[in-house]
């Protein structure tokens, strides 16, 4: 995620890297031929291409809208990841008998569980190695699955079990606490939704062509007067909705490892700290302050 | 789905040749007449011909966006059944009571069904006839009815009356479980709205319309003076127009076994693996690498 | 709904005749009037028609969007009724103690008023007399209010009381079928509301106002060269704009007996196959082809 | 509530006519001086008009979706509060224990207690006294609070516990209709929220300036040849944005006693004849037909 | 939150004046050089300015949407914590059992915590040191977490354990109160996913990016005839854009304590006045009459 301050605007540039010089170089060889009367008879009515224009800014319009859309859901599904972790553990908390001789142990293990479980989503949809932590708790716990945070919560289910055969919880409260791992499982799996399908890529190659298409009829709606700027509107105007584009590339995937993520190790740093209090725990992590232009 | 590489853009054109070859018919015919003077009188301001084209353009954002939003709700409904097919394996594993004999084999029944289930959904959805193994359940189970996934939902509900009878779960986890099978049956109707509700007819026609009428405009908002140009126009941005909304076409319709599809039977697959895993299955099934720019 | 096939666009034309004759009355005569230089002065620039152009596309794009989306709301709630029946008897049928004498009787009780209950909401959102068999329903159960499917749902209640005091559910079980009558009541509710809220009529009538607006500014925007051209554009652009808006008026309204509605009928002959299925009654009716371009 | 019949087209031009008296002067006196050449030099490029006209339309187009979005909500609100009015009812009826004395009397006294509630919500809403029936309620039950509807459900709340005490609900059942309470308080708070919440006031006053910098600049920008066409453009196409932005305000607030009202008191007499005869009443209120293009 | 008064558009002009002096000063300059002559050379056709102008007005139109709709779904959240804040104290005044000894002190025990659990919430939210009221109950509980609001919900669950012990409330009632305060626990957490999540800084850069630019070309678009024509179009315009932007800013952070903020603290007090009056206190504090043209 961006933070509110200064951007790199430097990252961004690289990203569009390719477009920028491809489109420089057309503008040039297009405004020099211009210049010396090789192209004079070809001309796009300005009009050709102001409605062109107006087709490029309203499919990006809502182009954009609709990776804004997959960008804000993601971060939904994150807060609801949020409030779910920490109203499983209150709920443990409060719904386990407290006279029991496990009740401390079960409930840190709900605990240590939820907070590694944030973790290890996080990482499988970055598709990253999981971090020492996970793979510390994946050995002593013998988790063995494609699907390791899927695996988790079925041993969620296996600690409540334990929990209801030491009359710990009451059939009410399991099928509730139940209810709260089902909440997981359905943020987890439209996190995998999100992660595996790909935006249209039809969709996004037809605008990709267009604007390449309005920018190859640009300079022969302008006048030729003035080389300089031709070649600048040439080369601004198709750089800035390449720009938008490429934005709404980086909006629409939330889970690559890239500066416009979800930070979703910030959560479940948040994650970790809420839920180490809720249950009393005193070596509470301290959140560390961001170093970057984003947080991951 | 299309996978995030390569798409073949041949299978794409395939699909519009039929409008390719009209438009550039009559694009050609018009571009010399025009320059044999025979259409000269006829000159259509080109302010006229941007009305129109903004029009174009904005219907088709329209269209493209409800297209987008039936093709992402698709998705997402199938997004809640991986949930859900998960959810009702995990509640069967930690519900059903374990000391009882047939504990493994309620369990087992259940599992295998939802798999079996995932792909009679995706099969009848798609109108195709049913696979091997979803015959092969069909014959042993005996199961006759003009709604298999339905009848198979019956049959979920009968196997976890069994369980009640045996004392294996007690009043509220059947509840419980029994709401998890309501969502997947809400699931399943749900794609059955989207398969069986055509697109407004009429309004897919009048876009396709509007299109036709702004191509057969368009030569007449142009100046004369250099034929290739003219003709170039006259084909290349109708067919932009018309690609895009045949993209829409291909969106809208999400179970209709082609390239764009939800990929319903590369998520039964992940769903049969994870549910064998959950049920501590051995023999269980590789994910196989897509070979095409496509997973169905 | 209009189903995949040749739609009757003569139908479609027979609903806008009116504006036909008045927009191709008024440009014949415009354009006979220009012809013999009467209406010379008059010049409209075409930069104001085109803004004017765009700002009803921009309208009618909003409009056609929110017509849409009350057509598709209309078609989610009956897919939610489609789902909840097939919930509720499947409820019935597994939750309903099997060996008491009243199990058949009651299940067939609550299966055949829930497919009643499909076909009267249905008649009765269009406003149609009941047919035969809800009539004949409604006299052998002495049912009388003036809100029939909301009488049908008290009696479901009823038996379900019935079905308690014989012991034949337990207190969740009837709360959880409870809960699936609440949710039909809901969509019946939602159905209502649609029905009864006519569409906002001052924004209606003020697109219809400008389009007309529009249409008189058209002609004189345009040159005045060729007769036939100037007329052909002038009744051209604004029917194509009228039919749009046409369409999005037959699409507001998805109760109201014409080729565009939800498909009542068709989904309440579809739960009944389904809902005789689940009972295991062998007299099910089958599935009628269509055979008209829309089912009803 | 507007209803599909000829609205009072005289009612809503005396909304917006200090609108139409302030733009009709300026383009008359503008007209004359230009007819006098006194402002020959100033010009505005169509160009330059058409833009800004595109963004007036752009942004009156997403206003008016703003507006008809909370007009529609409040809609689907009132429609809730249909459905779980008669849900209330219904579960009253068939939950509470038939054979106890207070049976009737208990039910009565629900039943009532909701019919009363929607009217003093409806009331409450609009800012009006209370009618005679709730002002009667009040005084006999002795309700006191500063928010009526609220302290209603809570006294739904009392006598369901007088229920529970005379061991007529079980605890499943005080839950379930509770939850239905719970959904009724939501509703209620939701009309509030809509009813408390203005409009951005700022984003309203940049819409209503950038449409008089429209109307301001558009003389400059035609012809000036033929007076009566300029006057009546320059009057014609601001006064249809003004009206299209009225109507937008009219639809955005609800609540406000004015024809676009959501139509509370005409819900709730539907509420109250359909509770009426689900506790078997037999003095039911007849619908009164609806007198003026309106009903409230 | 704004009321419906005359705002201070003062205040809103000091947010953008940086921008108003830049644009004005360029607008004079040019003006001035392109009065002697200096620029006459270039010129842009209006066309590409129109198209320009097309993208800023759609791009401004999708992106003040977004804003908005972050703004009401902050205003909708809390109108959930209303809704769901009366629920709580109502469910847990008709749920306690009235006989015991310690009614009365628990349930004023949950219904203060509720009021300084909205107003810890509203402070935290916008960073601001804690009220005097809030830091009194922090210091008699001895409340220490670094997320004040969640610990204020784990101590509700503790008191629901202590009337869970005195056998004050059911196993059904305990579990159905604990749904509530996990709703407050969601609602909490999206205020903070509202809070924490920047809108995207790149997609805001662009946009205001591509004001400017279209404010460089502007006055190259237009004749240069009339001097303060052209100024002040060059200056108006821009201006209009930007203040339109800058308004959307201000919307899409509403937990900023600034005037368009969701009304935290006006709501609470509703709260606070609602639960006193529920739990029968007598000192209800009245509502204050808002003295400036904002509530916060």
Redesign the interface.
């Known amino acids: 995620?961006?933070?509110?301050k200064r951007?790199s605007i430097l990252d961004?540039i690289k990203t569009i890297k390719v477009d920028i010089v491809l489109i420089s170089s057309y503008a040039v060889v297009v405004g020099i031929f211009d210049q010396y009367g090789f192209l004079d008879?070809?001309?796009?009515?300005?009009?050709?291409?102001?409605?062109?224009?107006?087709?490029?800014?309203?499919?990006?319009?809502?182009r954009?809208?609709?990776a804004?859309e997959r960008?804000w859901e993601a971060?939904?599904i994150?807060?609801?990841i949020?409030?779910d972790s920490?109203?499983l553990v209150?709920?443990c908390?409060?719904f386990f008998k407290r006279g029991n001789d496990s009740y401390e142990a079960l409930v840190a293990e709900m605990a240590n569980r939820q907070i590694i479980w944030c973790y290890a989503l996080g990482e499988s949809l970055r598709k990253l190695p999981f971090s020492h932590r996970v793979i510390k708790y994946k050995e002593s716990n013998k988790t063995e699955?494609?699907?390791i945070p899927?695996?988790l919560?079925?041993e969620h289910?296996?600690t409540?079990?334990k929990a209801k055969k030491k009359k710990m919880v009451?059939?009410?409260?399991?099928?509730?606490i139940?209810?709260?791992?089902?909440r997981l499982?359905?943020s987890?799996?439209?996190c995998?939704?999100i992660k595996n399908?790909?935006f249209?890529?039809?969709?996004s190659?037809?605008i990709h062509?267009?604007i390449y298409?309005f920018a190859t009829?640009?300079p022969?709606?302008?006048?030729d007067?003035?080389l300089a700027?031709e070649i600048g509107?040439t080369i601004?105007?198709p750089i800035?909705?390449i720009?938008?584009e490429k934005?709404s590339i980086?909006?629409q995937d939330p889970f690559e490892n890239q500066p416009?993520d979800t930070p979703m190790t910030d959560l479940a740093e948040t994650i970790e700290?809420?839920i180490k209090?809720?249950i009393g725990e005193t070596d509470?992590p301290e959140?560390k302050k961001p170093t970057d232009y984003y947080v991951l």
């Open positions: 995620m961006l933070l509110n951007i961004f008879k070809i001309s796009v009515p300005i009009g050709v291409t102001a409605v062109f224009g107006t087709a490029v800014a309203l499919l990006l319009g809502f954009t809208n609709q804004y960008w971060r939904i994150w807060g609801a949020v409030n920490r109203t209150r709920q908390v409060s699955a494609f699907n899927n695996a919560l079925s289910s296996e409540l079990l009451n059939d009410f409260q399991q099928v509730q139940d209810s709260t791992i089902a499982c359905d987890m799996g439209k995998e939704r399908t790909v249209p890529k039809a969709h190659l037809l062509l267009i298409v009829m640009l022969f709606g302008l006048s007067e003035y700027v509107l601004g105007i800035i909705f720009a938008i934005n980086l909006m416009l700290i809420n209090q809720m509470v959140k």
